[in-house]
């Protein structure tokens, strides 16, 4: 991680998560953006390696900036920061392409440790969040639909390194192709199994069995 940017309009909380990516990546150059319109702007000009997002902002919600990083930077580790823990909040995130949500009311450790397991390729959820995920996931795996779900070898081997924190182009170095079918690999898998986001298809490949959340 080269570069970070912290939306956040609180500026003790904001200095807390700036140290924060500083201590988890050391080197890293981090921005602060305290307004939504200051967010959008830094995205248009810079492409940063992860954004932590808070959603309740004076001039808007975070998720229009989730948005633009999604659409513009794509292999930028997007994770939210709030207080908001409903699924009101959460899905709308997670399908604008946020990769991670970390409540604020956890231990500052917690989050620490939850950053730090990006590199190892774990998605940054708090655990209750997790735990809500997971339960939907299973539900719907009880349905008919979920049985219909086909992916070819291909895919499963990209939605494996994927869950596993591999951005695009070390999915296309690994898998031998070119960034573009990789991305079309991505695409694929994100439409069949109706997911917008890393922290979704990883959740999604520990309950196919095609990684080891233990390992």
């Known amino acids: 991680m080269r570069t ?22 050391p080197g890293i ?9 200051a967010g959008l702007r830094h ?24 948005h633009a990083i999604h659409r513009r930077h794509p292999d930028c580790q997007i994770v939210v920061t709030t207080i908001f823990a409903d699924d009101h909040h959460l899905f709308p995130a997670l399908r604008a392409g946020a990769d991670g949500y970390l409540l604020k009311d956890q231990p500052h450790e917690k989050t620490a440790q939850a950053l730090r397991g990006i590199a190892a390729g774990e998605p940054p959820l708090s655990a209750s969040i997790a735990r809500r995920l997971l339960r939907v ?5 009880a349905s008919p639909e979920a049985s219909d779900i086909t992916l070819t070898p291909r895919e499963r081997e990209t939605l494996a390194l994927i869950a596993k924190g591999y951005k695009i182009a070390e999915v296309a170095a690994q898998l031998g192709v070119s960034y573009h079918t990789a991305h079309e ?31």
């Open 4 to 25: 970070g940017l912290v939306l956040e309009d609180q500026p003790p909380l904001a200095r807390w998560l700036q140290e924060t990516l500083e201590a988890c990546f």
């Open 43 to 66: 995205v248009e000009n810079e492409a940063p390696d992860i954004a932590l997002v808070d959603l309740g902002l004076p001039d808007g919600s975070g998720i229009d900036l989730i």
């Open 185 to 215: 690999f991505i695409k694929s898998i994100y439409r069949k199994l109706k997911v917008n986001s890393r922290a979704e298809a990883a959740l999604e490949a520990t309950r196919l069995g095609l990684v080891n959340p233990h390992a």
């Open 137 to 141: 996931f299973d539900t719907e795996a």
């Open 29 to 37: 150059r981090v921005t602060h953006a305290a307004t939504l319109a």
